[in-house]
């Protein structure tokens, strides 16, 4: 059975768990006699490589870059007011945790929308500041690289939308 991708060497891709990497190469490997693609994604930030099996890459939820245009909607999104969702605070962070590790681009949205706080809005605990810290951060990594921008310049782009809002 050969298995196709929409990956090529050379892409930026994201991978949920770490955010942006870069596909360094496919190359096959046999692991307990089975022949398998492997994807060897590069995350630099993060000083790591990993070497994820082909047939997996969907599953893992790995995707190619926002486009420009679906960037800018999502963008769009941070500016818009929501009611901020109450309730347990460890069930909270959990939910925040599963959208974060999605690879979802909207979903990091939302996360940043309901953790953002204005000076005028109390302080944030310590989880709530490093959830928020974790969203900002995945969220920048993928802004910078497609709008071909600096790391910092990403962040505070994004935190200026936020206070925007």
């Known amino acids: 059975m050969?298995?196709?991708?929409?990956?090529s060497t050379g892409d930026t891709v994201v991978y949920?768990?770490?955010?942006?990497?870069?596909?360094?190469?496919?190359?096959?490997q046999t692991i307990a006699g089975q022949e398998l693609k492997v994807l060897v994604i590069n995350f630099e930030k993060k000083r790591m490589t990993l070497?994820?099996?082909?047939?997996?890459?969907?599953n893992t939820g790995l995707r190619n870059l926002t486009t420009k245009d679906d960037m800018g909607k999502?963008?769009?999104?941070?500016?818009?007011?929501?009611?901020?969702?109450k309730g347990i605070w460890a069930r909270?962070?959990?939910?925040?945790?599963?959208?974060i590790n999605s690879g979802s681009i909207i979903s990091l949205s939302e996360v940043l929308?309901?953790?953002?706080?204005?000076?005028?809005?109390?302080?944030?605990s310590y989880s709530e500041r490093?959830?928020?810290?974790?969203?900002?951060?995945r969220f920048a990594d993928e802004v910078a690289v497609v709008e071909a921008i600096q790391f910092e310049d990403a962040c505070e782009k994004l935190k200026t939308m936020l206070r925007v809002a």
């Open 92 to 99: 909270r962070a959990q939910e925040y945790e599963t959208k």
């Open 74 to 85: 999502t963008l769009a999104l941070l500016t818009k007011k929501i009611k901020t969702t």
């Open 16 to 28: 949920p768990n770490h955010g942006v990497g870069k596909l360094e190469k496919i190359e096959s």
């Open 113 to 124: 929308r309901e953790l953002h706080r204005d000076e005028n809005q109390g302080d944030q």
């Open 51 to 58: 070497r994820l099996p082909l047939v997996k890459a969907k």
């Open 2 to 7: 050969e298995i196709t991708t929409a990956f």
């Open 130 to 137: 490093q959830i928020y810290q974790n969203a900002l951060e």
